[in-house]
């Protein structure tokens, strides 16, 4: 298995350089800052996506070994880490909803969990097998299913998310 990782010292999208030599390097660079300009600017990770991604890796640590609560629980897999880690870097950066707690859970999955307060809360789940299992509360209302989960988030993520946080 790979895994990524990132390299400030790698040469790429993000990290085009502001020099060059050849004829063609000033109209490289001026597409690379119109139009790559705005991937920079969001490629750049805000605090709150750190700090949720370290608490990401936290969990995997003290929960990916067999029994790790004591009680019989499934180790976290590196695969349901990286469907977790994933789901944070596309959710979207214009919505103004808090990063999720991470917890892991018995059955070796990883839960984000959103809450907002009593009867308010919304938790999706990730194993590694590309889908998503989410519950929602909402007052008296409930909703819950199960969403593949390919290179975007589904809709119907977003679309809790936004019930949660706009108060409906």
């Known amino acids: 298995m790979s895994t990524a990782t990132y390299c400030p010292n790698c040469p790429s999208v993000s990290n085009f350089l502001d020099f060059g030599f050849s004829p063609d ?6 597409f690379c800052d119109k139009v790559i300009g705005d991937f920079r600017r969001t490629e750049t ?11 990401l890796m936290e969990v995997f640590k ?14 976290v897999s590196e695969d349901a880490v990286l469907d977790a880690a994933k789901l944070i870097y596309l959710l979207p950066s214009n919505m103004t909803f808090p ?24 938790v999706v789940s990730v194993s590694g097998k590309s889908e998503i299992i989410y519950a929602g509360l909402y007052g008296t209302n409930k909703t819950h299913g199960i969403e ?21």
């Open 25 to 30: 390097f000033e109209g490289l660079k001026t």
């Open 45 to 55: 990770f805000s605090r709150p996506i750190e700090e949720t991604i370290a608490a």
């Open 99 to 122: 990063m999720p707690s991470i917890t892991a859970e018995p059955n070796g999955e990883i839960a984000l969990e959103w809450y907002r307060g009593n009867r308010s809360i919304f």
């Open 148 to 168: 593949y989960f390919g290179s975007s988030l589904p809709p119907a993520i977003i679309s809790n998310l936004k019930r949660l946080y706009s108060g409906r």
């Open 62 to 75: 003290e929960c990916s070994v067999e029994d790790w609560d004591g009680t019989g629980a499934l180790p």
